[in-house]
Nanobody
């Protein structure tokens, strides 16, 4: 099972980026998927999550209204559209997928996710 994140880069404040996370090895269509990020010297933090059908999404307050998470189950891919980027959004962004066993954990918690991508760097200059 692999999660491959892509789409990161160097942009200016106010610009947009779209991250993609392609899953392979099995289908994740029945599982929650999410994006987290980690800046140097900081702990990994929740960004956004999406339920298996896409009907339920959750965002960190810091990105609400600027970022949009979506998924295409036919392509086994989850996306993160990031608009109005700020320098404080600079981080390595990781995609994550929930496991098969229901755990009852909230979708913004790291322990909920059993599978992690390698991360993609997003750098926003001022």
């Amino acid at each position: 099972v692999q999660l491959q994140a892509s789409g990161g880069g160097l942009v200016r404040a106010g610009d947009s980026l779209r991250l993609s996370c392609a899953a392979s090895g099995r289908s994740f269509s029945d599982q929650y998927m999410a994006w987290f990020r980690q800046s140097p010297g900081k702990e990994r933090e929740f960004v956004a999550s999406i339920s298996w059908g896409g009907g339920s999404t959750l965002y960190a307050d810091s990105v609400k209204g600027r970022f949009t998470i979506s998924r295409d189950n036919a392509k086994n891919t989850v996306y993160l559209q990031m608009d109005s980027l700020k320098p404080e959004d600079t981080a390595v962004y990781y995609c994550a997928a929930d496991g098969l066993v229901p755990d009852g954990l909230a979708p913004n918690l790291i322990p909920k996710y059993d599978y992690w991508g390698q991360g993609t760097q997003v750098t926003v200059s001022s």
